[in-house]
């Protein structure tokens, strides 16, 4: 029993996951959206996000890129950096945990935000009621709630299968749908008046 007890505690953390969406915006193929969770042998989860957007809008192309990386333990955030280019107005965040509150910095400019923050990479099931999420492009912090709205069925990946559509209201809203292992599989935002669709590939 004691050896077994011994084996579990080193025993090291789960495979790396990999996620793959496609973005389509006012119904245009419109770019790549990419998840890597990672469970660290110390019992947190790392989280890295790139997302690249290039679209074609009247006599100009609208680009966009994200690079960010997130630390979760035990349910909570514990620290955020990215970087993104908003066609060409670009954003630098550094997000930390500090007790109570979190600490937010962009552009080199710091201020103190609310505790347990959500974060817009969306790549977990909130918990339903008051919802505050960090905007891991901008910094910015969104206000609002959850509602799950119940299960549903939703073709994914060319297969139909059962899913959790949960609906954020307030600052930015947005339709999420995640699957049994709770994974997104589908994200609907407005975007500057965009509709724009994030779909799980593989």
């Given at each position: 029993m004691i050896a077994?007890?011994?084996?579990?505690?080193?025993?090291?953390?789960?495979?790396?996951?990999?996620?793959?969406?496609?973005?389509?915006?006012?119904?245009?193929?419109?770019?790549?959206?990419?998840q890597k969770i990672t469970p660290r042998d110390d019992g947190s989860t790392e989280?890295?996000?790139?997302?690249?957007?290039?679209l074609r809008i009247l006599l100009r192309t609208y680009t966009y890129k994200l690079r960010s990386q997130e630390v979760w333990k035990d349910g909570q955030l514990v620290k955020v950096e990215s970087s993104s280019d908003d066609d060409g107005k670009r954003f630098g965040v550094v997000a930390t945990a500090e007790g109570p509150r979190t600490r937010v910095n962009v552009n080199n400019r710091s201020r103190a935000a609310p505790p347990n923050l959500w974060t817009t990479s969306h790549w977990q099931p909130p918990a339903p009621g008051e919802l505050n999420r960090l905007d891991i492009d901008t910094g910015r912090i969104l206000l609002g709630k959850v509602q799950l709205v119940g299960p549903e069925?939703?073709?994914?990946?060319g297969a139909t299968m059962t899913v959790k559509h949960y609906r954020i209201f307030g600052s930015d809203p947005?339709?999420?749908?995640?699957?049994?292992?709770?994974?997104?599989?589908?994200?609907?935002t407005l975007e500057d008046g965009h509709r724009t669709i994030v779909e799980f590939v593989k």
């Amino acid at each position: 029993m004691i050896a077994l007890a011994v084996l579990m505690a080193i025993a090291p953390a789960a495979e790396p996951e990999t996620r793959e969406y496609r973005v389509s915006v006012s119904g245009k193929q419109a770019g790549t959206y990419i998840q890597k969770i990672t469970p660290r042998d110390d019992g947190s989860t790392e989280v890295t996000v790139q997302t690249d957007i290039s679209l074609r809008i009247l006599l100009r192309t609208y680009t966009y890129k994200l690079r960010s990386q997130e630390v979760w333990k035990d349910g909570q955030l514990v620290k955020v950096e990215s970087s993104s280019d908003d066609d060409g107005k670009r954003f630098g965040v550094v997000a930390t945990a500090e007790g109570p509150r979190t600490r937010v910095n962009v552009n080199n400019r710091s201020r103190a935000a609310p505790p347990n923050l959500w974060t817009t990479s969306h790549w977990q099931p909130p918990a339903p009621g008051e919802l505050n999420r960090l905007d891991i492009d901008t910094g910015r912090i969104l206000l609002g709630k959850v509602q799950l709205v119940g299960p549903e069925q939703l073709t994914v990946a060319g297969a139909t299968m059962t899913v959790k559509h949960y609906r954020i209201f307030g600052s930015d809203p947005a339709e999420l749908w995640y699957d049994e292992r709770g994974r997104l599989v589908r994200q609907e935002t407005l975007e500057d008046g965009h509709r724009t669709i994030v779909e799980f590939v593989k």
